[in-house]
């Protein structure tokens, strides 16, 4: 019974963690080819080291907040927003989610590099959940947010990476879901790309949707968010008021 009460969302909740731990399997043995494996496999010789990537994560964000999350490389911050959008299930633990969701995951996921960049909005905006003519009608509006230019018709592969993102942010951004997921999306955009997501961000906050930022960059983390989380090794480190959180991740950065 207690589990259950442990459980409790909120009117104003938007996402609900509730112990939360992903085990990922890792080869113990280096395999070199598929017919190896297939043997190995068939002969039951496939051993697997286990790797916890989070490890009990208890989390609450609310309705209306632009919620970062910091960690090192490898801390667990994608796997985390992986989790939250439903793409990968936990190995423990409950996932609630009021609304829909909006995942702009990592770099070109979603993407493919030999469509236009036309071709790839309407493939990614299906994938959202949108018809045909949801697209139609909001399709100059992405382009023209994006500032893609001519490149519209271009494939995906001719584009720099500040381009796939921009691109990217367009689609995510076009409708305002309840929750919209970023993963270090806005680091390779320019200054003025830049400032248009965040104004574009503060617009959904203002109008009571989620925003979840993954960010190395602090002062774009204190800049947006008023509640922040700090992943260490899989581990919530800290939790709460940006500038404590940020204050104290920071430090931990410059002590070696
Ligand atoms: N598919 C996978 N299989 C096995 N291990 C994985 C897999 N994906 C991620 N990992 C491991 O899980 C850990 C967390 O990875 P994750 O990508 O969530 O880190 P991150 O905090 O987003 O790092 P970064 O700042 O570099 O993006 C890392 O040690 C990584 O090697
Ligand atoms: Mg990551």
């Known amino acids: 019974m207690s589990d259950i009460f442990s459980f409790d969302p909120k009117p ?3 996402i609900l963690l509730d112990n939360i731990s992903i ?3 890792l080869p113990s043995d280096s ?9 190995r496999m068939l ?10 990537a989070l490890k009990n994560i208890n989390l609450e964000v609310k309705k209306g907040e632009i919620f970062g999350i910091l960690g090192r490389n490898g801390a667990g911050k994608s796997t985390l927003l992986k989790v939250i959008s439903k793409v990968l299930v936990p190995s423990e633990g409950r996932v609630w989610i009021n609304g829909y969701i909006s995942p702009l995951l990592q770099l070109g996921a979603g993407f493919h590099v030999e469509l236009t960049g036309r071709e790839n909005i309407y493939l990614n905006a299906t994938l959202l959940g949108h018809s045909r003519s949801e697209i139609d009608d909001k399709l100059d ?14 494939p995906l592969r001719t584009y720099s990476s ?7 942010f367009a689609v995510a951004s076009a409708w305002q879901p309840d929750i919209l997921i970023l993963d270090e999306v806005l680091a390779v955009g320019d200054a003025g ?3 248009k997501c965040f104004e574009r961000m503060t617009k959904f906050r203002d109008s009571g949707a989620t925003v979840l930022m993954v960010s190395h960059t602090i002062s774009q983390v204190r800049e947006l968010c008023k509640r922040a989380l700090w992943l260490n ?21 410059t002590i070696h």
């Open 162 to 168: 500040g381009m796939q993102a921009r691109l990217g």
């Open 141 to 154: 509006d992405i382009i023209k947010f994006a500032e893609i230019g001519d490149f519209v018709e271009a």
């Open 233 to 253: 090794n899989g581990e919530i480190q800290s939790v709460g008021a940006v500038e404590d959180v940020c204050d104290a991740y920071q430090q931990s950065l």
């Open 193 to 195: 790309f830049q400032e």
């Open 31 to 39: 395999i070199r080819t598929f017919k190896e494996y297939m043997i």
């Open 43 to 52: 002969q039951g010789r496939i051993k697997h080291n286990s790797f916890w």
């Open 23 to 25: 085990r990922y399997r």
């Open 12 to 14: 104003n909740t938007a």
